[in-house]
């Protein structure tokens, strides 16, 4: 990228989205309105970037505006802000949406642009000039943001920009870890002096910030920036008991250390470290194109399952401290932690508003990331093991295995023994292998339900109902029976090894 302080630039705007801004001008041209593009599709396309949020600042009522583009445009509006006048355009293109956020501009366009966060989103194109021809465009830039976006640093627009919405001390993090930016120092400053007011601002917000950041490849090194600028303890001040909370020998790190740690393994056994061809650690797990496709599943609100394991590695062991003992041995136990750890995260994610599903996967996460470790007790899992590991973990048992992996590998740091490390890997390549290509064994279907043995059998509803139901799916998956009379009979002969209602 050259030549930023010029007048006029180049910048880069995919075909589909020049058609749309080019008709979306027209639009405005035809009305008399005043509109720009600003923000992150003006700093990426700078870049060279494509970026498929667009705001778009009007001279007049963005609302009103928005729902007449709609109309014209056949696309969908959504208000976002009725207050501040703030609404989406939601545009559906062949293969992709591009979504357009259309706000009023505060005062003349430069005075707006003075009220945004960093200077590399204070850059701003008036659309009605740009005509189809998106090679030069005029540059509006009264904070030198085109400056900021050749030295590739991070700066804030004003020092009151965090305390108008301390959000941005996160999104300040946010996009330098996208960008591959630095935060330059006076930024920084300012964020240590109000990293207290991240505790005001609102839970989804949080949320979608942190969310961003884990789902880049450096959530490691943005997490313990996020520490040295006093943001983590302000946005999940339960990780601050764990720092210096020391574990047995076979841990390198303390429980604070280890728990980053943890998300550093994780981003390397999915494979997100550019060095991965030649990290032979790494080779030794399992790895496939499904497994990758896996990851990538979105499980609520956009965000992914590599999301959320990153998540349960940060927590997975926050509830050491409260159960931390040490006996007259000397041995240091900390019994019931994980039962303990995925209760906190439970608190933690309802404050940072995610969803009923995504809380329950990260709680079965933490709550069952011991479970690979004890499976290593057998050279080989057996069937009925097996079962029990993904009966147990329900959705998350593919998860499980990498969180297991990925504590294993941040306990023993530089001093891991490759041979035990082997084999956790061998044992977890032949327990996917049952999954991917057995499913029907470790998840096998209903051969009877509840009715059948309350009409078969002359039984009540009840608890026992269930009992007899799971002692049947077990024997199923161990090949001890395989039809319906075979499951009914099953269940008639274990009637006394359970508990009367």
């Known amino acids: ?50 970026n498929s949020d667009i705001d778009i600042a009007v001279d007049g009522d963005a609302i009103a505006i928005a729902s007449e583009v709609a109309k014209s445009f056949d696309a969908r509006m959504v208000p976002l802000d009725e207050v501040n006048q703030v609404a989406r355009v939601v545009f559906p293109q062949t293969g992709y949406q591009w979504h357009l956020d259309f706000a009023t501009i505060r005062g003349s366009i430069e005075e707006d642009l003075r009220l945004r966060d960093f200077t590399v989103n204070a850059i701003a194109i008036r659309l009605c000039r740009v005509k189809g021809d998106w090679s030069r465009v005029e540059i509006i830039d009264p904070l030198n943001g085109c400056r900021d976006l050749s030295q590739r640093i991070i700066r804030a627009v004003s020092d009151e920009s965090f305390r108008e919405d301390p959000a941005r001390l996160l999104r300040a ?29 609102a839970g989804e917000r949080l949320r979608d910030e942190l969310c961003y950041i884990l789902e880049t490849n450096k959530a490691y090194q943005s997490l313990r920036y996020l520490d040295r600028l006093s943001l983590l303890a302000a946005l ?82 926050i509830g050491k401290p409260a159960a931390k003992t040490i006996e007259q041995s000397g041995r240091m136990r900390f019994l019931g932690h994980a039962k303990e750890g995925s209760a906190m995260a439970v608190q933690i994610m309802e404050r940072l508003r995610f969803s009923n599903r995504e809380i329950k996967l990260v709680q079965l996460m933490i709550e069952n990331h011991l479970r690979p470790g004890y499976l290593l007790s057998e050279d080989v899992p057996s069937r009925r093991a097996i079962y029990k590991y993904f009966r147990d973990t329900a959705d998350v048992g593919i998860d499980t295995l990498f969180l297991g992996l990925a504590d294993h590998l ?91 209602p």
């Open 1 to 50: 990228m050259t030549n930023l302080t010029q007048e006029r630039l180049k910048i880069y705007v995919p075909r589909e989205a020049a058609s749309l801004l080019d008709n979306l001008g027209e639009f405005f041209r035809n009305r008399n309105i005043d509109c720009y593009v600003v923000g992150g599709f003006v700093r990426d396309g700078l870049m060279g970037r494509t």
């Open 173 to 201: 993090v946010r996009l330098a870890s996208i960008l591959d930016f630095s935060i330059e120092p006076a930024t920084e400053a300012l964020i240590e002096r109000d990293s207290r007011l991240v505790s005001t601002v």
């Open 236 to 317: 999940m001040p339960e990780l601050t008991s764990s720092k210096g909370v020391t574990q047995p020998k076979e841990h390198f790190w303390d429980v604070f250390d280890h728990s980053l740690e943890t998300v550093a393994c994780v981003e390397r056994l999915l494979r997100e470290q550019d060095n991965n061809k030649e990290d032979k650690l790494i080779t030794l797990v399992p790895w496939s194109p499904d497994i990758a496709q896996y990851f990538d599943q979105e499980s609520a609100g956009g965000r992914t399952r590599k999301v959320l394991l990153k998540l349960a590695a940060l927590l997975h062991d």
């Open 410 to 500: 941040a306990a023993r740091g530089p001093t891991l023994d490759l041979d035990q490390w082997r084999k956790h890997a061998e044992v977890t390549q032949y327990i996917l292998s049952k999954w991917f290509e057995e499913k029907a064994t470790v998840m096998p279907p209903k051969l009877i339900d509840g009715h059948i043995l309350i009409e078969k059998l002359g039984l009540s509803p009840g608890p026992q109902i269930g009992q007899l139901l799971e002692m049947v799916r077990e024997a199923q998956a161990v090949g001890e029976i395989q039809t319906a009379e075979e499951a009914l009979d099953f269940a008639a002969k274990r009637l006394g090894e359970i508990s009367e």
